[in-house]
């Protein structure tokens, strides 16, 4: 072979490389995601440092101007978590998923047995007014996160997030995404029964 025909060859080699490249990249991916769907692993439970841990002991103001059966609806207070079982849900006007999973936090909030609280989250004072208003407000307390800096100490990756905090004040479990019927009835609800009968 002369040495015309090795220089001719070497690049034809690299050719094909790069033709294929795009293809081995292609089939690589869809084994990793094939994998994940095959493993069933809800992708909405995220593992959070929380767990096991007392929740942040960070205060929020309340929502200015906001009402619930005539009374000032208070602000985000961690001594309120003691003795009772709390859901905390992370939230903003300015969510489309919050939008979509409000009716299902309407119905947990008419459950007694529990504290349904929210987090706002980066949001205008006016907008979440009008947010609730038209959706109606299922949150015994809110807490208005202005900078969002309490939502970093919660360890919040997105919103919605909800939080379950133990009656020790200890945070038992948490959801990322949107709540959805079958997420409440296989996952938050089982998680706040076992809250409800800790000692």
């Known amino acids: 072979m002369t040495g015309q025909e ?11 490389f790069f033709v294929f490249l795009p293809l081995i990249l292609f089939a690589a991916l ?15 439970v995220i593992p959070s440092a929380l767990i096991g841990k007392p929740a942040p002991n960070v205060s ?10 005539g009374q000032p609806v208070p602000g985000l207070d961690p001594a309120a978590f003691k003795g009772q079982v709390t859901l905390v849900n992370v939230f903003g006007s300015w969510c489309v998923p919050c939008r979509v ?3 299902l936090l309407m119905q947990l909030g008419e459950d007694k047995r529990f504290r349904l609280t929210g987090l706002n989250y980066k949001d205008k004072n006016e ?8 959706l109606g407000n299922p949150y015994a307390a809110i807490g208005a996160d202005m900078n969002g800096r309490a939502a970093i100490e919660w360890g919040v990756y997105g919103v919605p997030e909800t939080f379950l905090v133990g009656k020790d004040g200890i945070v038992a479990y948490k959801h990322v995404g949107p709540l959805t019927e079958d997420s ?6 089982p998680a706040v029964e076992a809250a409800l009968k800790a000692k």
């Open 6 to 16: 090795q220089v001719e060859k070497a690049p034809r080699k690299r050719s094909l």
């Open 30 to 44: 869809a084994a990793v995601f094939a994998f994940q769907l095959a493993s069933g692993r809800d992708e909405s």
């Open 60 to 69: 929020l103001p309340a929502v200015s101007g906001l009402q619930k059966d």
């Open 101 to 103: 999973e409000h009716p």
């Open 127 to 134: 907008n979440v007014l009008g947010f609730l208003d038209e």
């Open 184 to 189: 409440i009835r296989d996952d938050v609800m």
